[in-house]
T-cell receptor, first 111, second 112 residues
Framework: EPEVTQTPSHQVTQMGQEVILRCVPISNHLYFYWYRQILGQKVEFLVSFYNNEISEKSEIFDDQFSVERPDGSNFTLKIRSTKLEDSAMYFC?????????FGPGTRLTVL | GENVEQHPSTLSVQEGDSAVIKCTYSDSASNYFPWYKQELGKRPQLIIDIRSNVGEKKDQRIAVTLNKTAKHFSLHITETQPEDSAVYFCAPQGVSARQLTFGSGTQLTVLP
């Protein structure tokens, strides 16, 4: 059964550094998402992407964040200058219709 | 935006008993209502979903009921087992905004 994959599984970075989180959505899906989950809290929507452009974004997704689909398979989330409060689990998800399938997540730790 | 409330926040049941978790939402245009199970350190996994043209759906020990008039939907787990212990999230999806809005989660503990 196809799955969403994410790399790396764990990323440690210094405050102020740039990070890129990578996702490979399920191949025939058209909608892609990034969510984040701070430890012990609920999952929060960041951004949705369709037809090579952002379709929705939350208040969390400020100018420090960007997304890109650089080729036919990868979907990336970039944080330009990380802050301590960016430490969280970041999940990528994709869907062809309604059901969203989540990747295993990238745990980002900002020191 | 969508406001989602989920109750209870924690739930402990004896193995074999039933568990019910309720979710209320604010956006009357929401038309897709999934429930996700998340084990510690793992991804959210879809366990059951329902669409707005259906009032109830069942899959073995798990069922979801939807009341669109009252804007709430519930997860029912019967004959609970220790492996059902996890955090459960409701996550209604609207028509105009395709993202999921997650509830705050319910920590279910099934005691052997």
């Amino acid at each position: 059964e196809p799955e969403v994959t994410q790399t790396p599984s764990h990323q440690v970075t210094q405050m102020g550094q740039e990070v890129i989180l990578r996702c490979v959505p399920i191949s025939n899906h058209l909608y892609f998402y990034w969510y984040r989950q701070i430890l012990g809290q609920k999952v929060e929507f960041l951004v949705s992407f369709y037809n090579n452009e952002i379709s929705e974004k939350s208040e969390i997704f400020d100018d420090q964040f960007s997304v890109e689909r650089p080729d036919g398979s990868n979907f990336t989330l970039k944080i330009r200058s990380t802050k301590l409060e960016d430490s969280a689990m970041y999940f990528c998800a994709s869907t062809g219709a309604d059901t969203q399938y989540f990747g295993p997540g990238t745990r980002l730790t900002v020191l | 935006g969508e406001n989602v409330e989920q109750h209870p926040s924690t739930l402990s049941v004896q193995e074999g008993d039933s568990a019910v978790i309720k979710c209320t939402y604010s956006d009357s245009a929401s038309n897709y209502f999934p429930w996700y199970k998340q084990e510690l350190g793992k991804r959210p996994q879809l366990i059951i979903d329902i669409r707005s043209n259906v009032g109830e759906k069942k899959d073995q020990r798990i069922a979801v009921t939807l009341n669109k008039t009252a804007k709430h939907f519930s997860l029912h787990i019967t004959e609970t087992q220790p492996e059902d212990s996890a955090v459960y999230f409701c996550a209604p999806q609207g028509v105009s905004a395709r993202q999921l809005t997650f509830g705050s989660g319910t920590q279910l503990t099934v005691l052997p």
